[in-house]
């Protein structure tokens, strides 16, 4: 940047001079000083981001950093509007067309490039306004460009209602897969959930973080250990399942609260609710009994989520709670989801007790036919026992189907509805 100083100064900031300094090119002149926003835009060169412009700001030079969409030209030499856009927003750019060397090096700007404009916000005509764009009322009138990286053919499109990429391609290409709306708001949300997590436990109720070792001794028990060799034959580390060793010293040692966001790490076979690696909230009291526990867990999800997403709405403290016991008996988990709101009942078909479930409505969409097919799929789950499917309308049963690991669906006889809705 020191060498494309020096080439602009020579120039004399020469508005009809357009240089190329590798694969940086610079139009125009860069200004002497910045406005700087002090939220997104301290430290940096820039003065806005992309997405906080408005009517307000009609007026104003700004300098403004992002990626380019595809330029848009409109007419054979008109007016060139360049589509901008960083983390926070889409903003228009427009090059005037009587400025011929910028408008054709705009027009030449690839999809997804890195550039940093300058240039002054205007109104948009009532006509021209975008209602459905945060930016929509207003554009920048383009003054200068500068290229900081040109991007090459992109693996897969980026723009607005492009179909998704595959989760393998997007986990190879992912820093461009890190600029899709979804990844851009996930990361920003656990962002803030944490630190509100943050200020919940050390400035609302006086926990301490205290970051505690990865490398470690092996611990008796619990899941399958990671191990680091060393360099001396025969020892090794182990990466630590979880801190639990270092908060009951921390405890003893009179940190009466603590937390930290902590690093686990163990060697299990990845799956739905396993992966090697996870970060979980690892907290840890003293002189607190097991609802004290459980409520402030409870507080600190409420206050962490009214933070961070002030528009949704879910259930105040206290939370529903539920026992072990009745967790199995109720859902066979003990995780439940219990949005579903199928419980399991005690059922009685003949002489057999049994668990299961009501669908409502079921017989609107499963014939008997589908109901018997069913024993084909249970016959891939190795069961010790039989399952059956019953239907039945206006409390007279319709039909009970007994399903095993046989594979066939075979018709039961003589029971009755109150036999199988009992419980």
């Known amino acids: ?179 899709t709306a979804g990844m851009q708001k996930n990361l920003r949300l656990r962002s803030d959930v944490a630190m509100a997590m943050r200020e919940f436990l050390q400035n609302e109720n006086g926990f301490v973080e205290v970051e505690t070792p990865t490398l470690f001794k092996r611990t008796a028990g619990g899941a399958r250990e990671f191990v680091v060799p060393t360099r001396d034959p025969g020892k090794f580390y182990s990466l630590v399942q979880s801190p639990q060793q270092f908060k009951q010293m921390l405890m003893v040692g009179g940190f009466d609260r603590y937390f930290q966001f902590a690093r686990c790490y163990r060697d299990e076979g990845s799956s739905s609710e396993r992966q090697p690696e996870f970060t979980q909230v690892d907290l840890e009291m003293s002189f607190v009994s097991e609802d004290g526990v459980m409520s402030l867990i409870e507080q600190m999800l409420a206050y962490a989520l009214g933070k961070a997403v002030p528009m949704a709405t879910f259930t105040p403290p206290p939370f529903p709670r539920i026992t072990y016991d ?39 969409h499963l014939t008997n036919r589908d109901i018997a097919s069913l024993g084909e799929e249970i016959a891939s789950l190795n069961l010790n026992t039989p399952l059956y499917f019953a239907t039945a309308k206006r409390k007279a049963l319709t039909t009970v189907v007994r399903c095993d690991g046989s594979g066939s669906g075979e018709m039961v006889k003589g029971v009755s509805c109150e036999d199988v809705l009992s419980g």
């Open 1 to 179: 940047m020191q060498l494309i100083g020096t080439i602009l100064r020579a120039a004399g900031g020469c508005s009809k001079l357009l240089y190329h300094v590798g694969r940086v090119a610079i139009w125009g002149r860069r200004a002497d000083s910045l406005c700087r926003n002090a939220h997104h835009s301290s430290f940096t060169y820039r003065s806005h981001t992309c997405g906080e412009l408005r009517e307000v700001h009609a007026g104003e030079h700004v300098t403004l950093c992002g990626w380019i969409k595809r330029p848009r030209v409109l007419g054979s030499r008109g007016t060139v509007f360049l589509p901008l856009t960083d983390a926070t927003g889409l903003v228009q750019v427009s090059c005037a067309d009587d400025l011929k060397e910028m408008r054709e090096f705009v027009s030449s700007l690839r999809a997804e490039s890195v550039v940093c404009v300058e240039g002054v916000v205007e109104k948009r005509p009532e006509k021209d306004i975008n209602k459905t764009l945060a930016t929509g009322d207003i554009e920048v009138r383009l003054s200068k460009v500068e290229l900081l990286n040109e991007a090459s053919d992109l693996p897969f499109q980026l723009s607005e209602g492009a179909p998704p990429a595959s989760e393998e391609l997007g986990l190879r290409e992912r820093h461009l897969f890190l600029r």
């Open 326 to 364: 009745d967790a199995m008996n109720r859902y066979g988990s003990d995780k439940p989801d219990i949005t579903f709101g199928m419980e399991l009942k005690n059922l009685r078909v003949g002489s057999l007790n049994m668990k299961g479930f009501l669908v409502p409505g079921v017989q609107k």
